[in-house]
């Protein structure tokens, strides 16, 4: 039913494009717009990009892939969450149709008033979230508008792949230990006490984070992640560097923690960057299984699993060059009172 309204809505919005009208000419705005495009290697028709995906390429896998081919195109803004675009600098470059991810109908409206152009939402879950089921219709919708079917089909029977190879490794498996992400980005880099409710690659194991509410995104408290002591901690990268600093300067405080005190502190990739990096959220997922389920992932080569998923989404095995350093993936030891970075 999800994927006939898709179609549906789909239909509707090519209706509203004059039948001659071809999409060759695109810009996209805010946060994921431009990585779907990417995703669907269609950067080709992109004639201008906000200086965020030229100034920060790191943590971004699209970015590293097909930065020889963005770094020399007009900037159309500054970027970032709801921050609108130098709309005279987008009419001179004459897009057939403007993209934008994770922004709110006001924005949009304005965009399309003072532009005059028709702008298609690809938002797959709000800033600093993923919804599994929005992405794949966002997939199915942009790839029929760019003329991507082909691309499309494929990375969708991708993603049905690798989540069949991972539920079925957890298939049937209790798990009775408290897990927590920290470090979550939101609108930037955050310490440990940034988290989400939902964290898919918990959720696609079978496993829940400790400390939760209604909301997405979560700026929890020291107090609450002590209260709650979890049994395993990951470190998502993009904060990495915040709690680095604060172990030094607040080793007692991650001294109680029971995941510090046994050595189940982990580092994984960077879930969020500009909204949520899809391919690492399923790479995250391997590496999660990998501490927690040894045995049911001990065949998985995480950082050839990495490449493989990297190049299914950006078409290319950037795994390894599109961080500044190689302390991801790694386990945390605190005992020399500095963090200290050990292969699983």
Request: aromatic share 12%; with cysteine; net charge positive.
């Amino acid at each position: 039913m999800k994927r006939f309204l898709a179609v549906i809505m789909l239909i509707i919005f090519n209706l509203s494009l004059k039948s001659q009208d071809k999409v060759n000419r695109i810009v996209a705005i805010g946060p994921g717009a431009l990585r779907i495009v990417a995703y669907l290697d269609a950067i080709d028709k992109v004639v201008g990009v906000e200086n965020i995906e030229i100034k920060y390429p790191k943590s971004r896998p699209y970015s590293v892939s097909y930065y020889y081919k963005i770094k020399n195109l007009p900037i159309i803004s500054e970027g970032g969450p709801d921050k609108l675009p130098d709309f005279e600098r987008i009419i001179k470059l004459k897009p057939d149709l403007i993209f934008i991810g994770s922004s709110d109908e006001a924005v949009i409206n304005t965009i399309t008033e003072k532009t005059g152009i028709k702008v298609f939402s690809v938002d797959y879950g709000g800033i600093g979230g993923f919804d599994l089921n929005k992405f794949r219709k966002v997939i199915l919708n942009t790839s029929k508008i760019l003329g991507k079917e082909k691309r499309g089909d494929y990375l969708l029977k991708k993603i049905d792949y690798y989540l069949s190879d991972i539920k079925k490794r957890v298939k049937d498996l209790k798990f009775d230990k408290k897990v927590y992400i920290g470090g979550i980005g939101f609108k930037g880099a955050h310490g440990i006490e940034s988290t989400l409710s939902s964290y898919q690659p918990f959720d696609f194991l079978g496993i829940k984070n400790s400390i939760s509410s209604d909301l997405p995104h979560i700026f929890t408290t020291k107090e609450k992640i002590l209260s709650i002591n979890p049994d395993y901690i990951f470190i998502d990268k993009g904060g990495l560097s915040l709690i680095s600093e604060d172990i030094i300067k607040n080793m007692d405080y991650y001294k109680m923690l029971k995941a510090f005190k046994e050595g189940k502190v982990y580092v994984t990739l960077p879930y969020n960057h500009y909204t949520t990096n899809v391919e690492i959220v399923f790479v995250n997922t391997y590496f999660v299984g990998k501490v927690l389920f040894k045995e049911k992932f001990k065949d998985v080569d995480l950082m050839k699993k990495c490449g493989e998923i990297f190049k299914d989404f950006v078409g290319k095995d950037v795994c390894s060059n599109f961080m500044d350093d190689n302390n991801f993936y790694k386990r945390v030891e605190i005992l020399s009172g500095k963090p200290e970075f050990r292969d699983i």
